[in-house]
């Protein structure tokens, strides 16, 4: 999956936020300042090209939703990530973040106490 530019994953954060939006609906949730309504609709129509959104035309106006979704992105970005930067050591990149983040050891405890309990409702 291609990564998206920043321009293009701030649309994508709002039309996913959105569920369908015009390209009004998604300036007005932009946070200021807000991109003019040709750059949005140019940005719209790259994500289009590159299969992460998709219109219906209702009367004069597009209404775009996402073609991907959310999570999927999401799960491809932080893999990507995991390969690129922590040569695929999920414990390396948790060891990183956990350093960067300050954790105590207790939130570290209730972290892998939490995840273990997801992981059981999962199976």
Partial sequence: MVQLTKAEEQIMQVLWTLGEGTVQDIR???????AARTTVATVLSILENKGFVKHNS?????????AIAKEAYSKTQLFGLLKNYFNDSFSSMASFFAKESNYTVEELDRLIRDTKEELKKEK
């Fill in 28 to 34: 007005e949730k932009m946070e200021t300042p807000k």
């Fill in 58 to 66: 209702v009367g004069r106006a597009n209404v775009y939703l996402p």
